[in-house]
C-alpha cells in the first residue's frame, strides 16, 4: 500500500507577462507543463496537454496508459495547432509522475517529454531523473560540453522535443519504486534556471511539508531572478515500500527506449573523448601539416537530436541544421563565382559584338566615295552621301576642278553626289566630266565636229568611265 502527499505551487515571475506554465496534482497523477507559442498559444498549449493527460490516463491507469496519454496529449495539441492560425507553433514540455499498479505492486510511473524536470529526494541526496531534451543537455549527454558550459549555454532552452510539435512523439518512461520517506520535485525550468542543487537539496531537507516545500520553492526562484514562469510540485510517499539503510536506495528502472538512448549518448560521448584524446596527441606531436584533416570535423561521429523546438524568438540551430546552413552558403558561393563568371563572358561577347559591328560600320563607310560640289567646286567626298549614323563625310580630293569646267546638265546629279566605289573611280570620272566639257565647248566653238557622247547620259558605271578616261 501505497499513500502519497503532495502540494504544488506556479507563479508568473518578474518578467513574463503571463504565465504558461501549468501544474497537476490529483491523488494518484502529478504534472507539470512548461507551455510556449505567442499570444495565448503557450497557456492553451499547457492546458490543452495537462487536460487530456488527466482524461485519458483515467481510462488506463498503468505505465503504457501514462505514456499512452501523453501520445494522445500531443496529438491534441498538434492538432489544435494545425487548426487554428492564432495557435500555430504552440508546444508544451510535460513531466508526469503516477501512482499505478503493476503486477500486484505499486510503482511510480515517470514520463518526460521537453526540459521540465522530475527529481527523487532520497537520504538527503538530490538525483535527477529525467532527462531534458535540450539541445544544450543533448550536448552535454554526448561529451560535446561540460554541465557547466550548458548552463551558459545560447542554446540551452531550445528543445528537441516537446508536445505538439509533430503528430507522433516519443516519451521516455521509467518506473519507480515509491519508497516510504522519498519526496519527488517535478518542476519547470523556472525553477532550475534560478536556484542550484545546493538550495533546492537544503530547502527539501528542512520544509516539512509539501505544499509549503513548494510555495518556499518559487518564492525562492522568484527572488532569485524570477526571469521564467516557475512551476513546482512536491510529492511526498507517506506510505510506502520500506528499505533500511543496508538496502539500495530504491529501483530507477528506465523503459527500453531511455535506456537505449541513454547507450547511444555513452557511446557518442566515449567516441567524442576518444577524438578529443587522440587530436590533443597530434597537437601535441607538433603543427598539423597543410594537407591534413583536423580530427574533428565540425559535427562528425556527434549524436543527433531529434527535431528542433526553439522557444519563440530563440535561435535554433542543430549541428545538422549548421552543416545544412554551410553546404548552402558553399552552393550560393559556387553560385555566386558562376554568375561572376558568366557576366564576365557575356560582358566580353557583348564588347566582341559591338566592337564587330562598329568596325562593320566603319568599314562601309570609309570604303564609300562620292563626288558633290562644295562652293562651286567638284570635290571627292569619302563616306556615305549625307552621312552614315555618326559618321560625316570627309573630302578626300578637292579637284580643283569648277562646276564650270563640267556639263551643266550634270551638275545637279554633282549636288545630289555621284557615288563611286574608290577614289580612283571617282577621279576618273571628274576628268570625264572635264572632258565632256571641253568637247562640248569645242563644238560650241567648230560645229562640225560632233560630241560623241549624248548630254544627259552620265558616264554612271566605273567601267564606263573606264572606257572613256
Ligand atoms: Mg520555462
Given at each position: 500500500m501505497?499513500?502519497?502527499?503532495a502540494?504544488?505551487?506556479?507563479?508568473t515571475?518578474?518578467v513574463?507577462?503571463?504565465?504558461?506554465?501549468?501544474?497537476?496534482?490529483?491523488t494518484?497523477?502529478f504534472?507539470v507543463?512548461?507551455?510556449?507559442?505567442?499570444?495565448?498559444?503557450?497557456?492553451?498549449a499547457?492546458?490543452?496537454?495537462?487536460?487530456?493527460?488527466?482524461t485519458?490516463?483515467?481510462t488506463?491507469?498503468n505505465?503504457?496508459?501514462?505514456v499512452?496519454?501523453?501520445?494522445?496529449?500531443?496529438?491534441e495539441?498538434?492538432q489544435?495547432?494545425?487548426?487554428n492560425?492564432?495557435?500555430r507553433?504552440?508546444g508544451?514540455?510535460?513531466?508526469?509522475?503516477?501512482?499505478?499498479e503493476e503486477?500486484?505492486h505499486?510503482?511510480?510511473a515517470?514520463?518526460?517529454?521537453?526540459?521540465?524536470?522530475?527529481?527523487?529526494?532520497?537520504?538527503?541526496?538530490?538525483?535527477?531523473?529525467?532527462l531534458?531534451?535540450?539541445?544544450?543537455?543533448?550536448?552535454?549527454r554526448?561529451?560535446?560540453?561540460?554541465?557547466?558550459?550548458?548552463?551558459?549555454?545560447?542554446?540551452?532552452?531550445?528543445?528537441?522535443?516537446?508536445?505538439?510539435?509533430?503528430?507522433?512523439i516519443?516519451?521516455?518512461?521509467?518506473?519507480?519504486?515509491?519508497?516510504?520517506?522519498?519526496?519527488?520535485?517535478?518542476?519547470?525550468d523556472?525553477?532550475?534556471?534560478e536556484?542550484d542543487?545546493?538550495?533546492?537539496?537544503?530547502?527539501?531537507?528542512?520544509?516539512r511539508?509539501?505544499?509549503?516545500?513548494?510555495?518556499?520553492?518559487?518564492e525562492?526562484a522568484?527572488?532569485?531572478?524570477?526571469n521564467?514562469n516557475?512551476?513546482?510540485?512536491v510529492?511526498?510517499?507517506?506510505?510506502?515500500?520500506?528499505?533500511?539503510?543496508?538496502?539500495s536506495?530504491?529501483?530507477v528502472?528506465p523503459?527500453?527506449e531511455?535506456?537505449?538512448?541513454?547507450?547511444?549518448?555513452?557511446?557518442?560521448?566515449h567516441r567524442q573523448?576518444?577524438?578529443?584524446?587522440?587530436?590533443?596527441?597530434?597537437?601535441a606531436a607538433?603543427?598539423?601539416g597543410p594537407?591534413?584533416e583536423p580530427?574533428?570535423?565540425?559535427?562528425?561521429?556527434?549524436?543527433?537530436?531529434?527535431?528542433?523546438?526553439?522557444p519563440?524568438?530563440?535561435?535554433?540551430?542543430s549541428r545538422?541544421?549548421?552543416?545544412?546552413?554551410?553546404?548552402?552558403?558553399?552552393?550560393?558561393a559556387?553560385?555566386?563565382?558562376?554568375?561572376?563568371?558568366?557576366?564576365?563572358?557575356?560582358?566580353?561577347?557583348?564588347?566582341?559584338?559591338i566592337?564587330?559591328?562598329y568596325f562593320?560600320v566603319r568599314?562601309y563607310?570609309?570604303?564609300s566615295?562620292?563626288?558633290?560640289?562644295d562652293?562651286?567646286h567638284?570635290v571627292?567626298?569619302?563616306g556615305?552621301?549625307?552621312?552614315?549614323?555618326?559618321?560625316?563625310?570627309k573630302a578626300?580630293?578637292?579637284?580643283?576642278?569648277t562646276?564650270?569646267?563640267?556639263?551643266a546638265?550634270?551638275?545637279?546629279a554633282?549636288?545630289?553626289g555621284?557615288?563611286?566605289?574608290?577614289?580612283?573611280?571617282?577621279?576618273?570620272?571628274v576628268?570625264n566630266?572635264?572632258?565632256?566639257?571641253r568637247?562640248?565647248?569645242?563644238t560650241a566653238a567648230?560645229?562640225a565636229?560632233t560630241?560623241p557622247?549624248?548630254?544627259?547620259?552620265?558616264?554612271?558605271?566605273t567601267?564606263?568611265?573606264?572606257?572613256?578616261?
Amino acid at each position: 500500500m501505497t499513500l502519497l502527499r503532495a502540494g504544488s505551487a506556479t507563479d508568473t515571475g518578474l518578467v513574463r507577462a503571463v504565465n504558461q506554465d501549468l501544474a497537476l496534482q490529483t491523488t494518484s497523477l502529478f504534472a507539470v507543463a512548461d507551455g510556449m507559442g505567442g499570444h495565448v498559444a503557450g497557456e492553451v498549449a499547457a492546458r490543452t496537454a495537462i487536460e487530456t493527460l488527466a482524461t485519458v490516463f483515467r481510462t488506463q491507469p498503468n505505465p503504457d496508459g501514462l505514456v499512452g496519454a501523453v501520445e494522445a496529449a500531443n496529438r491534441e495539441v498538434w492538432q489544435q495547432g494545425f487548426d487554428n492560425a492564432d495557435l500555430r507553433g504552440m508546444g508544451t514540455t510535460v513531466t508526469a509522475v503516477a501512482l499505478v499498479e503493476e503486477d500486484g505492486h505499486d510503482i511510480l510511473a515517470l514520463v518526460n517529454v521537453g526540459d521540465s524536470r522530475t527529481y527523487r529526494f532520497h537520504d538527503g541526496h538530490l538525483d535527477l531523473l529525467t532527462l531534458d531534451h535540450s539541445l544544450a543537455e543533448e550536448m552535454v549527454r554526448n561529451g560535446e560540453i561540460t554541465a557547466e558550459e550548458a548552463a551558459v549555454h545560447p542554446h540551452r532552452h531550445i528543445l528537441t522535443r516537446a508536445l505538439g510539435v509533430a503528430e507522433d512523439i516519443k516519451v521516455d518512461l521509467w518506473r519507480v519504486q515509491p519508497i516510504k520517506g522519498d519526496r519527488f520535485l517535478l518542476c519547470s525550468d523556472g525553477l532550475t534556471n534560478e536556484l542550484d542543487d545546493t538550495v533546492i537539496t537544503d530547502m527539501l531537507a528542512t520544509i516539512r511539508h509539501p505544499q509549503d516545500a513548494a510555495n518556499q520553492l518559487v518564492e525562492a526562484a522568484r527572488n532569485h531572478g524570477g526571469n521564467d514562469n516557475i512551476t513546482v510540485v512536491v510529492i511526498d510517499v507517506v506510505m510506502g515500500d520500506e528499505v533500511d539503510e543496508e538496502q539500495s536506495a530504491g529501483l530507477v528502472v528506465p523503459s527500453e527506449e531511455v535506456l537505449e538512448a541513454e547507450a547511444a549518448a555513452e557511446a557518442r560521448a566515449h567516441r567524442q573523448a576518444e577524438a578529443h584524446a587522440e587530436a590533443e596527441a597530434q597537437a601535441a606531436a607538433g603543427p598539423t601539416g597543410p594537407g591534413q584533416e583536423p580530427l574533428l570535423a565540425t559535427g562528425e561521429s556527434l549524436g543527433q537530436p531529434d527535431a528542433l523546438v526553439a522557444p519563440v524568438g530563440a535561435p535554433v540551430l542543430s549541428r545538422r541544421a549548421e552543416r545544412r546552413i554551410k553546404r548552402r552558403n558553399r552552393r550560393i558561393a559556387r553560385g555566386r563565382r558562376l554568375v561572376t563568371l558568366r557576366t564576365f563572358l557575356f560582358l566580353i561577347l557583348a564588347a566582341a559584338i559591338i566592337g564587330a559591328g562598329y568596325f562593320a560600320v566603319r568599314w562601309y563607310d570609309t570604303n564609300s566615295y562620292y563626288v558633290g560640289v562644295d562652293q562651286g567646286h567638284v570635290v571627292i567626298y569619302q563616306g556615305r552621301i549625307g552621312g552614315f549614323l555618326w559618321f560625316h563625310p570627309k573630302a578626300v580630293d578637292h579637284t580643283g576642278v569648277t562646276v564650270f569646267q563640267v556639263p551643266a546638265t550634270y551638275i545637279p546629279a554633282l549636288q545630289a553626289g555621284v557615288e563611286e566605289t574608290s577614289v580612283a573611280n571617282a577621279q576618273a570620272y571628274v576628268r570625264n566630266l572635264e572632258q565632256q566639257q571641253r568637247e562640248i565647248q569645242a563644238t560650241a566653238a567648230n560645229p562640225a565636229v560632233t560630241s560623241p557622247l549624248v548630254p544627259g547620259t552620265p558616264p554612271s558605271t566605273t567601267t564606263t568611265m573606264a572606257g572613256v578616261g
